[in-house]
């Protein structure tokens, strides 16, 4: 994901005492800041009060941002950590409840559905330094240049906690495999 060509002239206008300003941030961001949460939580309702508690963070903090940064990795890094700090404080997690087959069968429907609860059963499972990059990577569609930035992480760890992560969830699926 790339900055709007206006994220930084709108952060500036933030700061300068605009707030009408973070609106267009606001749309452009929460979209992906509540997938980037529900794949870390696995749970909607907490996915969307931890988006929205990261924008109202990133709003109020706008004037320690710095602006020789890109907006989007600085606003993720608050979404993670928000994201980090709600599941340390909570422990037992239960797998994504959503649709997220498109079969055209009932029978391809539903063998889809069940590989989606697989995956997100297993995404739950998966340590936290492993499932953000996954996210990040493969929901969100980020860079490994852009995962290093957000996650604040060299380049080489990047791909080598992606490659581990890939590794974990393979074999982690195995089973489910096995009895199709």
Known sequence: MVDGPEDAELVARCVAGDPEAFAPLVQRYQGPLFTVALRMVGNREDARDLAQGALVKAFEKLSTFDPSYRFFSWLYRIAVNECLNFRSRRKPQEPIDEDLAAGESPERQAQAEELSRA????????????????????????????????????????????YTARQLLAAMLEPWRAER
């Not at 990577?137 to 080598?160: A, W």
């Open 119 to 162: 995956i997100e059963e297993a995404l739950v499972k998966l340590p936290l330094e492993y499932r953000v990059v996954l996210v990040l990577r493969h929901f969100l569609g980020l860079s490994y240049d852009e995962l290093s930035e957000v996650l604040l992480i060299p380049d080489r760890t990047v791909k080598s906690r992606l």
